[in-house]
């Protein structure tokens, strides 16, 4: 293969697939085949399974960003952004969307939030800024113990998060006026 560019209908007619079908997986509103990837791969000299990682790595994109969008609707829809003007979903904050999914959505949206989240960063997330509230979110935060993250005991659990916070808190307070603990 040469170096000089070469046009859909030509890659079309060297691969022997319709150019309709290069143009439509070229412009992303088709995906492409097992078959069709090894013949691009063999032509352009790539790595076996090199598009398809390309192809399934975009498809996981855009799969994520379809769930963050549709939770960002449902609690737009909740009005659980009352507090702010959200002008685009990318501007709210993953830390404030995985709150609001816990505080606000149906167990259905909150299972998607962990699609495109690492559990162990909605754990934290949920530890640093639900967890640390004491009894008013006990029975919630209870639930998400046991039901998202299976902490048996998730009485004494939040009771120590809370406790670490509170702990936290003081240390940082006495470190900025320079009293020792």
Same mark, same amino acid.
Request: hydrophobic residues 40%; proline residues 3%.
């Given at each position: 293969?040469?170096?000089?560019?070469?046009?859909?209908?030509?890659?079309?007619?060297?691969?022997?697939?319709?150019?309709?079908?290069?143009?439509?997986?070229?412009?992303?509103?088709?995906?492409?085949?097992?078959?069709?990837?090894?013949?691009?791969?063999?032509?352009?000299?790539?790595?076996?399974?090199?598009?398809?990682? =390309? %192809?399934? /790595?975009?498809?996981? $994109?855009?799969?994520? #960003?379809?769930?963050?969008?549709?939770?960002?609707?449902?609690?737009? !829809?909740?009005?659980?952004?009352?507090?702010?003007?959200?002008?685009?979903?990318?501007?709210?904050?993953?830390?404030?969307?995985?709150?609001?999914?816990?505080?606000?959505?149906?167990?259905?949206?909150?299972?998607?939030?962990?699609?495109?989240?690492?559990?162990?960063? =909605? %754990?934290? /997330?949920?530890?640093? $800024?639900?967890?640390? #509230?004491?009894?008013?979110?006990?029975?919630?935060?209870?639930?998400? !113990?046991?039901?998202?993250?299976?902490?048996?005991?998730?009485?004494?659990?939040?009771?120590?998060?809370?406790?670490?916070?509170?702990?936290?808190?003081?240390?940082?307070?006495?470190?900025?006026?320079?009293?020792?603990?």
């Amino acid at each position: 293969m040469a170096n000089t560019p070469i046009s859909q209908a030509e890659l079309a007619r060297e691969v022997n697939v319709p150019r309709q079908l290069l143009s439509c997986i070229i412009s992303g509103k088709r995906e492409m085949s097992l078959q069709l990837a090894m013949k691009l791969e063999s032509y352009f000299s790539l790595p076996e399974g090199e598009l398809l990682k =390309i %192809q399934a /790595v975009q498809a996981i $994109k855009e799969r994520k #960003q379809s769930i963050r969008n549709h939770l960002c609707e449902q609690l737009v !829809a909740k009005n659980a952004f009352w507090s702010y003007d959200v002008k685009s979903f990318d501007a709210i904050p993953d830390e404030e969307l995985i709150e609001k999914c816990f505080t606000a959505l149906d167990i259905d949206d909150i299972d998607l939030m962990f699609e495109i989240y690492p559990r162990k960063h =909605i %754990q934290q /997330v949920w530890r640093n $800024k639900m967890a640390i #509230q004491g009894e008013y979110m006990q029975r919630l935060n209870i639930m998400i !113990a046991m039901y998202y993250f299976g902490i048996k005991e998730p009485e004494k659990y939040l009771a120590k998060a809370e406790k670490q916070h509170i702990n936290k808190i003081l240390k940082e307070s006495s470190y900025a006026s320079g009293i020792n603990f």
